[in-house]
């Protein structure tokens, strides 16, 4: 077997391994272990009428400019869970770093146990714009950093999104691309339901859904939660249609972010590799 040939098999092990999803040391989180995942209630029920697609799509928009506006930078531990290729992954932990300007990523698996201490890095305009990465154990070792393009097929191996639509900003970008379609507003019901809870946290949930399947449109059911203290959206949650009549709507994917820091003065060292912090070869 040729030099090449080994290096790419390992290469593609590694990002097996990697996810490829950001990670951070367990030394800098104040998250949990893998299993403490957020626990949720749906809400006591109570509705707001009148409420339209358009007032969803109005307040995603708020949101995003908010973010970028009153959000410098955050910390966060995010529990995520997708369905790719029709089978629906296990839950992965990670704990993450986010700075809107430049846009900037650095982010540490917590788990599952197969990929923890893996770490990543992505910052625009920096290494060439490409995604910094490392595995634990021997293949760390062995090839230290990789670089990888952030939207190719080694990064994007079992992810629906790239590491360049994570954070919450992107979470509210994404809900308004859904949106803003005509043939998935048609026949939209929307509501608002009070009294949710993430982690023990007080929130507000945001359901759209189509009573009818709309064949065309990209989701079924649609959450979203806002905390009500941040007044920030901390849960999303996605589902297609069910494969039976009578059958349940399928996840497709959900992303919680939890012990959210807001605006800590992060600097270029946060999202450097050689932070002695972090552990890139």
């Known amino acids: 077997m040729s030099k090449a040939v080994s290096r790419t098999l390992l290469v593609a092990s590694a990002c097996v391994l990697l996810g490829v999803s950001p990670n951070i040391s367990s030394a800098q989180s104040t998250a949990g272990s893998p299993n403490d995942l957020p626990q949720f209630a749906t809400g006591d029920n ?18 995003v400019e908010g ?6 930078d955050y910390s966060s531990t995010l529990v995520s869970r997708e369905r ?6 296990q839950y992965e932990t990670v704990f993450v770093k986010i700075r809107h300007q430049p846009f900037s990523v650095y982010a540490y698996i917590l788990g599952p146990d197969s990929r923890k201490g893996n770490e990543a890095i992505f ?20 090839f230290g950093t990789l670089t990888l393009d952030p ?10 999104h790239p590491i360049t ?7 509210c970008r994404g809900l308004i691309h859904l949106l803003e379609s005509d043939r998935c507003q048609a026949d939209c019901k929307v509501r608002i339901l009070r009294g949710a809870k993430i982690n023990q946290r007080p929130c507000t949930c945001i359901e759209i859904w189509h009573p009818v399947r709309r064949e065309g449109c990209p989701f079924c059911r649609v959450r979203i939660f806002i905390d009500d203290k941040l007044k920030l959206p901390t849960r999303y949650e996605r589902y297609d249609w069910p494969e039976t009549p009578d ?24 999202f ?3 932070n002695p912090n972090y552990a890139f070869p």
């Open 67 to 72: 973010l970028q506006k009153n959000v410098t």
């Open 165 to 171: 639509e994570l954070g919450m900003r992107d979470m």
């Open 151 to 160: 939207v190719g097929s080694m990064a994007m191996k079992d992810r629906r």
């Open 247 to 270: 059958g349940n709507p399928e996840l497709v994917e959900e992303y919680t972010y939890v012990d959210i820091r807001l605006n800590n003065g992060f600097n270029d060292a946060e």
């Open 123 to 142: 910052v625009e305009g920096k290494n060439d714009n490409q995604l910094l990465v490392h595995t634990t154990g021997v293949l760390g070792k062995l």
């Open 46 to 63: 109570k509705t707001d009428a009148n409420v339209t697609v358009s007032d969803v799509l109005q307040w995603a928009r708020q949101e």
């Open 272 to 274: 450097d590799p050689r």
């Open 84 to 89: 790719v290729d029709g089978k629906l992954g």
